[in-house]
């Protein structure tokens, strides 16, 4: 009985070679092409987007950013684990069995504990923090609302905004001290700050950007999802990774790309897809399909001139030749 | 000295033999179908794998930002940069040829099997050196990549920690996928470059030879 584990030929010869030598010019061709490439084009590179170039140019939207945490609206306020309980991003039941890996309270992390770090430069500051504190949520919430509302009525001048009059209460302060702390530099910082004396983990910085900060910027470069983004370097025409095209382009279906598990059904779909390829020898039809896709005799063209592929099979029922 | 009763030792001894030997790792001649530039692909992906561990290396033992403010540091950026290009443009090559002869075929099923896992494991040492080279590029694929990670419960990959990404990086990814390639290729060493497919009369004559044999029986 036929099966693609016997479908190999017998007969040929050995050819001597020099396997080092070999290895050797593979591994030079190499190093010559990469040297080559880094000397003329060198890596890509756009810079980092910094918290204080973001709130220079932007002061509206960066204030907008650091009142939805505020608030409890922005998208890390809600997003649901690992970071906190909220629902926003909560996309199946393993995500929610995982956990809280990494705790996150954007109203504290992102705002309240970085302006109680800058109070100590600014008593002012501090007397409109423990004027927050001290309200009810109610009061706080009203106030949120009122400057929200003056922030969308904001008129920008130059790196800095002036709302309309409104009873904001003590987060008109808070949130003008959040805009000079973000334009300051310090910001970054104080958001990285973990319990460790060295900081390797800039996790509530990224955090803190990635909603229209991080965005916006991607949405001017084609990154964004929709446009296939991973895979493409933010300067083009460099090659981006595009080992990772065949997941980007299960993004792009819509069923997949409108789905409110999105993520988990693009990365689940492409691993399905890479198992099925690992398992290919042991899968009926797949394991056969080189034989029929004929490739095999661009490949051994050489060899397959001395040894024809297709002699008369029916010599096979007068014996075996040797 | 063996006494002929089987047991871990022996069994690893003998396994050993045949895995360490030099007709294994330095091989004086090869099949005559196994040559050309279809054979240099699986070497070419290896060099390139080989520059990477050169250039990582250096960029490592120089600490983790050096790269951004020396001159010959930059320069190795590009070098680690350009060899994963080739690294991935030569193995998906590699792959294709292997696809398309079948490269399972006589018992080499584990070989493609570890072949495919290399290249599974690739894609996150791959991803993770992005997400060190601290641009632009890092911030938003690691924010993006993070939903995705996430809702499949793979929140402990913390692409975000920046300190978390550079030692996978760095260590764990390469020295895991070092080993699939390496078993890898044993494998094609011990087992052989796979043949090419029998002309219609030896795999007639092949069929005919096992007549009415119920199992598949290995090629090897």
Request: glycine content about 8%; charged content about 15%; hydrophobic content about 45%.
């Amino acid at each position: 009985m036929y099966h693609p584990r016997t479908d190999v030929t017998h007969k040929y010869h050995y050819v001597p070679v020099d396997f080092l030598k070999h290895l050797f010019s593979t591994t030079v061709v190499v190093a010559v092409i990469a040297s080559v490439l880094s000397a003329v084009f060198h890596e890509p590179v756009r810079p980092a987007l910094k918290i204080q170039t973001y709130a220079a140019a932007h002061p509206r939207t960066f204030e907008s950013v650091a009142l939805d945490a505020l608030n409890g609206t922005g998208s890390v306020a809600n997003y649901g684990p690992p970071y906190n309980n909220g629902t926003g991003s909560l996309q199946d039941v393993v995500q929610k069995w995982v956990g809280i890996l990494h705790p996150v309270n954007a109203k504290v992390v992102f705002v309240l504990r970085p302006l109680s770090q800058a109070a100590h430069l600014d008593p002012s500051l501090q007397t409109a923090l423990t004027a927050f504190n001290q309200a009810s949520p109610s009061q706080q919430a009203a106030w949120e609302t009122a400057y929200g509302n003056g922030l969308s009525h904001a008129v920008k001048h130059g790196s800095s905004i002036s709302l309309p009059p409104g009873n904001y209460g003590p987060v008109s302060v808070m949130m003008n001290d959040m805009l000079h702390l973000g334009q300051s530099g310090l910001l970054s910082g104080a958001l990285n700050r973990t319990p460790a004396d060295y900081q390797f983990d800039n996790q509530n910085a990224l955090l803190f950007l990635q909603g229209r900060p991080l965005q916006n910027e991607a949405g001017k470069l084609e990154l964004q999802g929709g446009q296939w983004g991973i895979i493409h370097e933010e300067r083009a025409p460099y090659p981006g990774p595009w080992w990772m095209t065949i997941v980007t382009a299960i993004y792009q279906i819509p069923y997949i790309a409108n789905a409110s598990a999105a993520d988990a059904m693009a990365l689940g779909s492409g691993m399905v897809l890479f198992v099925i390829m690992m398992f290919a020898p042991w899968i009926p039809i797949l394991n056969r399909l080189p034989r029929y896709l004929g490739v095999h005799r661009l490949i051994w063209r050489e060899y397959y001139k001395t040894h024809p592929l297709h002699e008369q099979a029916a010599v096979a029922e007068r014996g075996v030749e040797s | 000295m063996s006494t002929g009763k089987r047991n871990w030792t022996v069994s690893m001894r003998e396994k050993s033999a045949e895995l360490f030997s030099l007709d294994t790792w330095l091989p004086t001649e090869l099949p005559e179908y196994a040559t050309g530039f279809m054979y240099t692909l699986g070497s070419l992906t290896a060099s390139s794998f080989v520059i990477l561990l050169i250039s990582g290396i250096i960029m490592a033992a120089n600490g983790p930002q050096w790269w951004t403010i020396s001159a010959l540091g930059f320069f190795l950026r590009g070098v680690h940069f350009w060899s994963v290009q080739a690294f991935f443009f030569f193995m998906i090559l590699h792959l294709l040829r292997v696809f398309f002869s079948g490269a399972w075929r006589g018992g080499r099923e584990r070989t493609w099997l570890l072949g495919t896992l290399a290249l599974l494991i690739a894609i996150p040492t791959a991803f993770t050196g992005y997400l060190v080279r601290g641009d632009f590029y890092s911030q938003w694929n690691a924010v993006q990549a993070k939903d995705g990670l996430n809702a499949l419960g793979l929140a402990w990959f913390n692409t975000l920690n920046a300190g978390q990404m550079y030692g996978l990086h760095v260590i764990v990814f390469p020295f895991i996928l070092g080993g699939i390639i390496a078993m890898h290729i044993a494998m094609i060493r011990i087992k052989g470059v796979v043949p090419p497919y029998p002309s219609d009369r030896e795999r007639a004559a092949q069929l005919h030879e096992e007549g009415g044999r119920s199992h598949v029986p290995s090629a090897h």
